[in-house]
């Protein structure tokens, strides 16, 4: 059975850190693209950072913050978050797509099994 288990979300402070963590089982991460999704309050969900084939995207809004990376001895793709801001508030998603042409990353229908989300919440 496939499934994602998404963890390491919590309340940090604005300029804070938190490393998200994407726990897969029933495949092996290094044959799907992983994407992480977010969703704050009121927004629609946006992607947020995508890996695949040593390939590493992110959106214009997390780079040079954000960190993406897999372990595939462990089988889990992580998210490394610094400097965080109060909009990066928000529920955050991994998902499993097929591989698919790096410009789709973001499109949301092409991932086809979704992690149960974590909350990260950044406040003073």
């Known amino acids: 059975e496939v499934q994602l288990q998404a963890s390491g979300g919590g309340l940090v402070q604005p300029g804070g850190s938190l490393r998200l963590s994407c726990a897969a089982s029933g495949f092996e991460i290094d044959d799907y693209g992983i994407g992480w999704f977010r969703q704050a309050p009121g927004k629609e969900r946006e992607g947020v950072s995508f890996?695949?084939?040593?390939?590493?995207f992110y959106a214009d809004s997390v780079k040079g913050r954000f960190t993406i990376s897999r372990d595939n001895a462990k089988n889990t793709v992580y998210l490394q978050m610094n400097s965080l801001k109060t909009e990066d508030t928000a529920v955050y998603y991994c998902?499993?797509?097929?591989?698919?042409?790096?410009?789709?990353?973001?499109?949301?229908?092409?991932?086809?099994?979704w992690g149960q989300g974590t909350l990260v919440t950044v406040s003073s």
């Open positions: 998902a499993r797509a097929p591989r698919l042409p790096f410009s789709l990353w973001r499109a949301q229908p092409h991932y086809t099994y």
């Open positions: 890996i695949n084939v040593g390939r590493k």
